[in-house]
């Protein structure tokens, strides 16, 4: 067991516990064994499962780390069905306000400096109050209008003893139930405590802003915050105040005047680059985090999560998404097995003729619920059901753009998110050939030609030194090499006893032309000997071959099972 059983942490194994068996997964706990970190306390096994909406109450109730772990979930449908996902989703954080003694301290502390130095005016009520930090409008020495996010104190060490807890259980149910080593938990907790570790430095999150204000220059109606650097700090983070109204809180009077349709399809077009073209896109785009403007523009805010995409990984989502929005099954099949990992018990025929049915509803174009964002996490979850795990990506960029999808529709109910991201994917793709056929295209393939070209000579070099020190070797891997020296051993004897048999037939053939007086049936005696000889050899060797390696296959077969 890797349990600790200090009293922080059996608190919180005691929590996740009863969380499980509370919402239906009273299995892990038990396989596990996890039941002994209960220290005795009182287990009803035999609970119903909770609702989504129960499930993610309990979780808000459980702290921060709980929330955005259901968050971090929420874009994981190879672990949870579609309903548990929406309402993992629209996880809120529902805490007390630091009070303003706190707050001022913090940033004095962070700024080196006196709150009346760095600001004109700092209001002490926040606007906004989550787990891991709050917002406050102020004003700089100049009058700039800023909104300053501050850290909680004591957050970090909360969440890094959270991610302890988590971790030890993870290793018990990833080594002791199959659940753990069909999802590997552990690595969903890896990618869960780089993401949160991330969005507690509020100085990547500056960065994280500029970075995306750079991939939208060309989409002139969504901004970003802008960063002050100089007053910011891991703890304290200072960005330009944008006025505007949430998506989710627009009045129909406000409506008229907004061009809804443009908006929504000018983000979900910026997503698509994001993800395709980038690798680099807002992995929180709920209704909550983007903001009408006052001049009628989109506001992306709260940049603390955010996702990379690989650039290898980003060319198969590309292919994917055309594949999809095409209608093509069997590419998106052959697409969705290449990003995944396939288990032991992956059944292929199986998951090909689950994507072909998958894409061949989505083709249908029938069904006006069906959007790209809800057929990826589908496509998600099958694959998942089949014994192939799925690139955390897919899931995420699944999960993003049916967020983006819920935005689009309040903007514009009209929206159609199917055509504008199909669209769009093919532009990209069509870029992605033109710029491979394009002179800098051309000129990159000429350097990792001369960069071949270059290595070759030191690698040939190596070559031929291995060969005359007797270096070079094959490695042969096989199941058992017994059997395959033995193996080689009966064919080496039965082609020497066809040519044999050969010898003896070609030999009678030609003595049947020798008169003598020892004759059988009127034929040359030696030679007719010669001839039944090698017919009974021939006999025998193929009833050896049909009927003695049979039942040697079968008796290896039922040795394996």
Known sequence: MFLSFRPSSVRRYRAVAHLLIKHGRADLVRAADLDRALLG?????????????????????????????????STRSDLLPMPYLKALARLQDDVEPIPWSVVEEVVERELQVRLSKAFSDFEREPIAAASLGQVHRASLRDGTAVAVKVQRPGIRRTILEDLEAFDAMARVIDKHTETGRRYAFRDLLEEFRRTLIRELDYRREARNMNRLSEALEDYERIVVPEPFPGLTTSRVLTMRLIHGTKVTELTDLERIDLDGAGLAEELARAYIDGVLVHGFFHADPHPGNVLVTDDRRLALIDLGMVARVDPRLREGLLRLVVAVTSGEGFEAAQLALQLGHPLDDFDEDRFRRQVADLVGVFEERAIAEVSIGRAV???????????????????????????????????????????VVGRQAHSVLRRHMLHSVSPSGLISAALEANQLVQRMPGRLNRLFQALLRNELGIKLDVFDENLLVHNLQKIANRIALGLILAALIVGAALM????????????PGIAMILFLLAAACGFILVFNILFQDYWQERGMGRRRR
């Open 377 to 419: 996490m589908e496509l998600a979850r099958r694959s998942a059901e089949a014994g192939l795990r799925p690139a955390p990506e897919l899931a995420l960029l699944g999960k993003t753009m049916l967020q983006v999808n819920e935005i689009g529709c309040q903007l514009d109910p009209d929206f159609k998110p199917n055509e």
């Open 41 to 73: 306390a009182e287990v009803d096994w035999d609970v119903l499962e909770g609702d989504p909406e129960g499930l993610a109450a309990d979780l808000e109730s459980l702290g921060p780390t709980f929330v955005k772990l259901g968050q971090l979930l």
């Open 512 to 523: 049947m032309r020798v008169e003598t007086d020892f004759t059988i049936l009127g034929y």
